[in-house]
């Protein structure tokens, strides 16, 4: 499927980076989740796409989610900040530190880990302290007391032993704080719109439980976010045993793939009664475009303005906004997103859109 990293111009494919890669997914039996297996060509593909300054997957001013999904992460993190009073504060995967700075507005010194040449340019010209490089076990010469990450549990291979050098690093009675993708609703029903290939993992609350766990953390705390559908996490480290609250049950992705075939196969009968569509975020419609050929003939809409005539790498077609919606007789939009169906489809509503030509992977016979 296209390789979903960046944001271009045109669909001149970057040099020396795929523009489509193939995408593994098996279940963990363990921990219960779903994580992408690419062999070693394919992580070396991965590996090029970040380290360029245009990784999709950075919060910058350019992203258009400093307000919305930036702010809900921000928040979190400062109220839990609050709350604990830690006196050695590090973000792991800080990326452009907009956390860091928005902690430093309210009082908070972070030191920020992370290995890119993009997130060393922006603590220069932001003035974060950071630390280059892949944070791992005796990385930090002093001991924190609050490790917080914010797109970084989704990304990391083996995040069962990520986790654990998480809580070996912490002293007793300290605190990991993340934000991460919820994939409850979709690993639930057999949707495929939740993966792309920088998302090598895809939990539910059951699985983050096990993980954290397993560890060695206890008094996990998971709550939704204010924006967007995601995971806030909390976990302490703290003497005794691990609980295990609410991680009984049938394992979530039992099941998984066959649910997935399913959906699939609805998918394609509807794309083939109608032809090309028009699809509301890429970043959802493109795994099922990909699964019955379609690399560009079907148009792409996305609210965030900011990357309208954008490309995506592999797709032919350039990203549309809201004020290019138009209504003709016989048109059909598939929305890939379950979290804002309701809302985008009042959108195209109000453009002029029949509600009965809207429609999402659920709503599929």
């Known amino acids: ?26 279940a963990d039996a363990q921990f219960d989740y779903l994580k992408f297996e690419p062999s070693d060509d394919e992580w070396a593909v991965i590996d090029a796409a970040y380290h360029q300054n245009e990784n999709i997957g950075f919060l910058n001013p350019q992203s258009g989610q400093l307000n919305t999904y930036g702010s809900s992460v921000n928040n979190f993190f400062l109220d839990v900040i609050r709350s604990a009073q830690p006196k050695r504060i590090v973000e792991i995967g800080c990326g452009a530190g907009f956390s860091i700075v928005f902690l430093r507005q309210h009082g908070f010194v972070v030191t920020g880990v992370d290995p890119s040449d993009y997130s060393q340019q922006w603590s220069e010209r ?14 930090l010469e002093f001991q924190p007391d609050f490790v917080y990450c ?25 605190v990991f704080c993340f934000a991460t993708t919820n994939s409850s609703r979709s690993i639930a029903i057999g949707d495929i719109s939740m993966l792309e290939h920088q998302h090598v993992n895809m939990f539910t609350e059951r699985s983050i439980r096990l993980i ?29 045993k691990a609980e295990a609250r609410g991680t009984d049950g049938l394992p979530a992705c039992a099941g998984y793939f ?8 609805a998918f394609q009968r ?19 475009l990909a699964a019955v050929g379609d690399f560009g003939l079907s148009r792409v809409f996305d609210s965030n303005a900011a990357w309208r005539g954008k490309y995506i790498d592999g797709y032919g077609s350039p990203i ?14 598939f929305v890939g997103s379950l979290t804002f169906f309701d809302e985008i489809k009042k959108t195209l509503v109000s453009r002029g859109f029949p509600e009965s030509a809207i429609s999402s992977i659920q709503s599929l016979p």
């Open 1 to 26: 499927m296209p390789f979903y990293w960046r944001l271009s111009e045109s669909a001149e494919p970057a040099s020396g980076i795929a523009q489509r890669l193939p995408i593994r997914v098996v």
């Open 126 to 139: 932001l003035g974060f302290q950071l630390i280059k490089g892949f944070f791992q076990k005796d990385f």
């Open 150 to 174: 914010n797109d970084v549990f989704e990304h990391v291979p083996h995040v069962e032993s990520f986790s654990k050098t998480v809580f070996e690093c912490l002293g007793d009675g300290g």
């Open 212 to 240: 954290l766990n397993h560890a060695g953390f206890s008094q996990v705390t998971i709550r939704g976010g204010s924006y967007g559908n995601t995971f806030h996490v909390t976990a302490v480290k703290s003497q005794g």
């Open 258 to 265: 066959e649910r997935a075939a399913t959906r699939v196969a």
């Open 270 to 288: 509807f794309y083939e009664a109608r032809g090309a569509l028009s699809c509301y975020v890429p970043l959802r419609c493109i795994p099922y």
């Open 320 to 333: 549309e906004g809201v004020e290019d919606v138009r209504y003709r007789t016989g048109d059909h939009f």
